[in-house]
């Protein structure tokens, strides 16, 4: 059949969680709840940042940065997510589809970045402690924390553009509960193979410098860490890493098996599973990693809550 007499697509089926049709409410309303959490959790990290002089150190400001970046995928997956799950699936329009998997890619790729500057600020605090102040400068904070994010929401547009010369035709069922790449590539009865390498070969500036970056710095790190010569020391130094060492293994460890595991018969149920645990579960996570790991947050929420509490 020739493609000028199929039917062009303009709307996808997100089928969401088929096996979940029972659940549907009670699955719904667990979602709503992370959802909830996520939000309160970020936003209550990048208030108390900014309301108490003793969290506005670098450290504290890109913590700020990977919350936000934390709310954009949060709000860009779960709310469609939402109507996905309790109605047993829903439609996208095209425009909304490609606007998603933007706003998606854009947050992970900042995300990224943030988490390599953030690594950086704990090799330089650590590793070079007499230097710190004087070369992470509040110009170099505002430097490292803007890069993630023109990298992200600018250079991404490099492997957007190109989805919108695709044409869709037939099928428009998507096997997912939010518009990825990969299912949107396999509707398409365009020529997909561009495209494919051109996202492969972005992925190497995107995700596996940063990734590569993380890994040298904390080997310096923990270089540095077994030098020191005293046990409180050494516990001293790896707290004021640990909460991030967590966040990123967390985070490249979802990332990594979301984009590695094929999507393909009965490993779609796992690719899922990953995203829905990059998408929802992570953002989640890290307020909550920070808050029960960071001593200074937690007594500055301690604080808050008695100043709130004494005041009503």
Same mark, same amino acid.
Request: glycine share 4%.
């Given at each position: 059949?020739?493609?000028?007499?199929?039917?062009?697509?303009?709307?996808?089926?997100?089928?969401?969680?088929?096996?979940?049709?029972?659940?549907?409410?009670?699955?719904?309303?667990? /979602?709503?709840?992370?959802?909830?959490?996520?939000?309160?959790?970020?936003?209550?990290?990048?208030?108390?940042?900014? #309301?108490?002089?003793?969290?506005?150190? %670098?450290?504290?400001?890109?913590?700020?940065?990977? &919350?936000?970046?934390?709310?954009?995928? &949060?709000?860009?997956?779960?709310?469609?997510?939402?109507?996905?799950?309790?109605?047993?699936?829903?439609?996208?329009?095209?425009?909304? +589809?490609?606007?998603?998997?933007?706003?998606?890619?854009?947050?992970?790729?900042?995300?990224?970045?943030?988490?390599?500057?953030?690594?950086?600020?704990?090799?330089?605090?650590?590793?070079?402690?007499?230097?710190? !102040?004087?070369?992470?400068?509040?110009?170099?904070?505002?430097?490292?924390?803007?890069?993630?994010?023109?990298?992200?929401?600018?250079?991404?547009?490099?492997?957007? /553009?190109?989805?919108? &010369?695709?044409?869709?035709?037939?099928?428009?069922?998507?096997?997912?509960? /939010?518009?990825?790449? !990969?299912?949107?590539?396999?509707?398409? +009865?365009?020529?997909?193979?561009?495209?494919?390498?051109?996202?492969?070969?972005?992925?190497?500036?995107?995700? #596996?410098? %940063?990734?590569?970056?993380?890994?040298?710095?904390?080997?310096?790190?923990?270089?540095?860490?077994?030098?020191? %010569?005293?046990?409180?020391?050494?516990?001293?130094? /790896?707290?004021?890493?640990? &909460?991030?060492?967590?966040?990123?293994?967390?985070?490249?460890?979802?990332?990594?098996?979301?984009?590695?595991?094929?999507?393909?018969?009965?490993?779609?149920?796992? @690719?899922?599973?990953?995203?829905?645990?990059?998408?929802?579960?992570?953002?989640?996570? @890290?307020?909550?990693?920070? !808050?029960?790991?960071?001593?200074?947050?937690?007594?500055?929420?301690?604080?808050?809550?008695?100043?709130?509490?004494?005041?009503?």
């Amino acid at each position: 059949m020739s493609m000028k007499n199929q039917t062009r697509v303009t709307e996808f089926f997100l089928l969401g969680f088929r096996n979940l049709q029972n659940f549907n409410i009670v699955f719904f309303i667990l /979602f709503l709840i992370i959802f909830l959490f996520t939000v309160l959790g970020n936003f209550l990290i990048i208030i108390l940042v900014s #309301i108490n002089v003793q969290l506005q150190s %670098p450290m504290y400001y890109f913590l700020c940065h990977l &919350s936000f970046s934390d709310l954009v995928v &949060s709000t860009t997956i779960v709310p469609n997510m939402l109507g996905v799950t309790l109605l047993g699936g829903n439609i996208m329009n095209y425009l909304g +589809c490609v606007t998603q998997m933007y706003f998606f890619s854009a947050s992970t790729i900042t995300e990224c970045y943030l988490l390599a500057v953030m690594s950086y600020d704990r090799y330089l605090a650590i590793c070079n402690p007499l230097r710190y !102040s004087s070369i992470m400068d509040f110009k170099r904070q505002i430097i490292l924390s803007v890069w993630p994010w023109l990298a992200g929401f600018t250079f991404n547009l490099i492997g957007v /553009f190109p989805i919108f &010369s695709l044409y869709f035709c037939d099928d428009n069922i998507i096997d997912h509960f /939010f518009c990825d790449l !990969s299912p949107l590539l396999k509707l398409s +009865c365009s020529d997909t193979s561009l495209i494919g390498l051109l996202f492969l070969v972005c992925s190497l500036p995107f995700f #596996i410098f %940063p990734c590569s970056f993380v890994i040298v710095t904390y080997v310096y790190i923990f270089l540095t860490i077994y030098k020191i %010569p005293s046990t409180t020391g050494k516990q001293k130094a /790896f707290s004021t890493c640990s &909460s991030h060492l967590i966040v990123v293994g967390t985070f490249y460890g979802t990332l990594i098996a979301k984009y590695m595991i094929p999507s393909k018969g009965n490993s779609l149920l796992i @690719n899922k599973t990953v995203s829905l645990l990059h998408t929802v579960f992570t953002p989640l996570f @890290n307020p909550i990693i920070y !808050s029960f790991r960071n001593q200074d947050i937690k007594m500055t929420l301690k604080k808050a809550s008695g100043l709130i509490f004494f005041s009503s």
